[in-house]
């Protein structure tokens, strides 16, 4: 089932869902706790779940001669696997990130293909983020520079237009596709207005729903949506919240997303003792997120988990 369709039927009756995101096990792990991690949340019955997609990372290999070797590895390979082996398990709609990032368009359309051989017919089309120690992103020789050409691409590919040109098709993909949105603006965009011109592309490229980047602050989210309708984005916008978890993320969060954190959020963790209580604090703050977003008549609210969902059961046991 598209993912538009899921979320439009939630909006229809009326009672808020969920959904979240997972990382695909770490190179060497099984899908163990994968497992263990989605077990505790079905009985809220989420909506659907995404997993995200890990470009490789650059590692350096001293040869016998002294010299460096620059080599590339994928900690977290899998997306596709663990996709298939989630869906199978739970019968639970699963949305693969796809990402431009280390990867030509001969690689996007395998792995398209082999989505589509698996049933998966939702994906997250993103440009994804910059090779580890390097300021811009550099798109690979034959691949795509911003998500929009990826968006592009697989909406050719429903069309039955394939890179090398049309096929003659006794099949065709289905692929609906969602796109990254940022309340806070991406931290590369010169201004707000001018991310949100290119968000328009990627909707008007054939996005049909949105995923938002993390926000603590739901007014930001909510004047966010209101920014979208007006610019003529009328896709559904689904919220990303991210439950606090340690005080480490006092420093990480702003670092790696570029978001702001609200004072008193971080007055309440600066408070905490260790990261247990931080882990409560979050919880409460998800909460009350979530209860604001509801209250604004948000129909799904999508969680980031990083693959541990103890709060996330006590978040959904108070929302869902
Ligand atoms: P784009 O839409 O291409 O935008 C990137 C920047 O370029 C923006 O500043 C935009 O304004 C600008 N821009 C867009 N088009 C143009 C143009 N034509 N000309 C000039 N400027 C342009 N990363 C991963 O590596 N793996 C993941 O699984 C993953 N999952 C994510 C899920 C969500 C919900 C979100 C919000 C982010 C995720 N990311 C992931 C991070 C994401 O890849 C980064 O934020 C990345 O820097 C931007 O991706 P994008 O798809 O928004 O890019």
New binding site residues.
Partial sequence: MHITDIIRKAGAEGKPRFSFELLPPLKGDGTQRTFEAIDPLMEFSPIFCSV????EDVKYVEKENGLLERHTVRRRPGTVGISAAIMQRYGLTVIP?L?C?GQSRYDIEDALIDLDFLGIQNV?A????NLKGEHT?RNHPDGHL???ELVEQIERMNRGVFIDGEVEQCHNTNFCIG??G?PEK?A??PNKA??LR?LK??VDAGAAYI???MSFDSAKILSFIDDCRAAGIDVPIVP?IKPFSTKAQLTMLPQIFHVDLPEALVETVKRCNNNAEVREAGVEWAIAQGRELIAAGIPVLHFYTMGKTDNMVKIARALF
């Fill in positions: 995200t997609y890990h470009r990130h990402i990032g997250l993103l440009r994804g983020d992103f911003h998500a929009s796109v990254a940022y991406h590369e965009a001018e991310d290119r592309e990627k995923i938002t980047q990303g």
